[in-house]
């Protein structure tokens, strides 16, 4: 092995232990969970559940230097869909917000200035309660993903989906935390 080659695998080796040290220090959770199950509260008043349909409190610490804004989802990837199911999806939340209060993301809650909802799967855009069906426990995936843009350009029809590709350009860092429902 050359000593450039070593050199440049070194600085390699530096540069990924130091992101994935950044990266740990990056954590999302949330308080609207008892004993690791979202209550009543955060499952949909429609499609046979009776819930609050208020979406979750969420808060994240720790975001790598450079982070200028966020993108926040909440997904249910063993829906009965063949793709999961996108509940919340929020872009351009600002890089000095580190908290959605409970209900934020609902009918009449208030976003923090800037922030986009998008569409998620039920083709609105704002929080939709989760609703697994009955005798199955779902998991459900908070995603608060630190991007390196002030703000991503979204078109008017912007999907989860599309939105996920321009995460994934802008992104620094993302942090995740599940949390379980079950009727």
Request: net charge positive.
């Amino acid at each position: 092995m050359n000593r450039a080659f070593q050199c440049v695998a070194a600085i390699s080796l530096s540069a990924a232990a130091m992101a994935t040290a950044q990266a740990g220090d990056f954590t999302v959770s949330t308080s609207s969970q008892r004993d690791g199950k979202f209550p009543l509260a955060q499952f949909a008043n429609a499609m046979g559940c009776k819930g609050g349909n208020l979406s979750p409190q969420i808060s994240w610490k720790g975001a790598p230097a450079g982070t200028k804004s966020y993108v926040v989802t909440v997904y249910d990837p063993d829906a009965p869909t063949g793709s999961g199911w996108w509940h919340w999806v929020l872009a351009n939340v600002p890089a000095d917000v580190t908290e959605l209060k409970e209900g934020a993301g609902s009918q009449g809650g208030s976003l923090p200035a800037g922030a986009v909802s998008v569409r998620g799967d039920n083709g609105m855009p704002g929080y939709a309660g989760i609703c697994p069906p009955a005798g199955q426990t779902h998991n459900y995936v908070i995603t608060v993903h630190a991007l390196k843009v002030e703000k991503l350009d979204l078109p008017p029809t912007v999907t989860p989906a599309m939105l996920g590709f321009m995460t994934l350009g802008a992104g620094l860092a993302k942090a995740t935390v599940t949390v379980k429902g079950s009727q």
